[in-house]
């Protein structure tokens, strides 16, 4: 299987794509894997449509609705705050040099 992976990720390389940065993918077996091999940097992310039944798939089908109702707060929570970049300023708050 992974080297059916292989062959099919070699067509977007021929088209011209150097790397990848994030991959969304449905989680199949060995396909992870082979986008890793092929571009190491890369994010492999399982997209959430086949997220929720591949999950589902090791729980008791009485337990689905909890199960769904707790991913569903976790991928539609509003995205976390990104940092606040560094200060230019030095943590002393000096006055900067004048200039002649």
Known sequence: MAKQWATMLTEPRNRGLVDALIVCCDGLRGLPESIRG??????VQ?????MVPNSL???????WGQITKAMREIYTAPP???PKPPSRRSATTQKPPTRP
């Open 46 to 50: 399982t997209c959430v449509v086949h």
């Open 80 to 82: 976390s705050k990104p």
């Open 57 to 63: 798939r090791y729980a008791s089908q009485k337990h």
């Open 38 to 43: 092929r571009w190491p940097d890369a994010t």
